[in-house]
């Protein structure tokens, strides 16, 4: 099943002259008939790509663009791309390299710079994307480009604090602080699925410390070289998570059993739990315009589906997105690629297909696309984008590229926050022997973390 929302786009600018008419770079050529583009995506609605879409038609009328939203979308798409007439010109997809399924099907896109100028966007964005499977001393390829940036952070029920008489915490003593009265109150303060919690909650710090140490390139060589006892660079937030789960300021087994919310850590399910909206599908229903759910973990674009079910519901819920506050003056900021967009090599219109990508890059209309999309726009200054949405200072902003390393970095830092996520389920605690269970000290996390590090 698919929904198709049809609209009138642009693709093609005339330049007359005296002597003429003459094509200018970066345009293409009027179609003599109205040519349809089909852009491909997971997202049941997108205004983003509508209101770029109306944009795109005030400046070039002649194109019609159709997006297609594709259910089970990546397993599907490897089917439809295969096809001699897929009907697709452009698709979202993520990073593509050479173990991508999606990847046979894009056009490269670096060779394509008289009709595509990326000149706008931001440089450690278009580099994390960058194909890494070429040959020695080849040129630069690309097959996808970032639409921007995700950032995680905090979702926070402003009305469910202010009723235990908090506000939204700026700094880890405030969150601490609200914490304490929200767990008093009877409730548990931190709700979302363990299978993403920690990494959405503490990653961004783990990132800040980092990328901008005060001496950043020995900092970079220990972790890249996995010293031993690099674990111990880490043991801040490997505490504040362990903490979390001692104080019982969140306790997902037991929010499970109660609320029956965030088993599913899907971003339409989390919205649900967040906004207590219950029930099965087919007969979903507002709880309440309190909730349970005073901080969740989440990405700045779930943004658009929490407001979305607010209004379908009613919910009387005041909530905002915040950095998460956990640094002793602050939150962090750290960005990492959203979804991409890519030229399907086969489609029928390759230059339409590019002029549109060419648009979307124009760092004016990639921050309306951002803004209409709830992420941080692919443009040259998105750190200071950042630095005023959140105010914050540099120091507290990273990018993938400061931590990439030659081993999977990420994961070895994220499964021991998950792991320590889960420290207060019965299942995953030390058995008594009499019935009851005994969380693991916080050192044997340590020494997980640093065997996970000496892995090879």
Known sequence: MKKTFAFIAVIALVLTMAGGCAQTARQAAVPAEKTVLTVAGPWEESTAVEALSAAFTRENPGCQVVYEYVQNYYESMKTRLAAADSGVDLFITTNLQADSDLYPYALELFSQSDKLDLSGTFDGLIENFTYMGGAPGAAAQIYAIPLGAELRGLYVNKTLLASVGAS???????????????????????????????????????????????????????????????SEFFREPMQFMYDLTAEGYYDYKTS?????????????????????????????????????????????????????????????IDYAFILAPTGEDGGYAYMSPADGIAVNKSSAHLDLALAYVNFLFKPENNKQFAENHGITPNTADAFELIREQFSIPDDHISQLGSVTFDYPFYSVVTSSLTEVSKANNPKYMQDNGDGTHTMYPFEHFMENLEAGFQQK
């Open 168 to 230: 939204v915490p700026q700094n880890r003593a405030e969150l601490l602080a609200a914490c304490a009265s929200l767990k008093a109150a009877g409730y548990i303060p931190f709700q979302g699925n363990p299978g993403n919690f920690s990494q959405r909650l503490l990653y961004p710090a783990v990132c800040n410390m980092v990328a901008n140490a005060p001496d950043y390139a020995a900092v970079y060589e220990r972790i890249n070289s996995r010293e031993p006892g690099v």
């Open 256 to 316: 499970e059993t109660k609320y029956g919310c965030f088993a599913d850590g899907s971003t339409d399910a989390s919205a649900r739990g967040f906004l207590n909206i219950t029930g099965e599908e087919g007969s979903y229903r507002k709880a309440d315009d309190l909730g349970f759910a005073a901080f969740m973990p989440g990405t700045m674009s779930m943004d658009s589906a929490i407001s979305k079910l607010k209004d379908d519901y009613h919910s009387g």
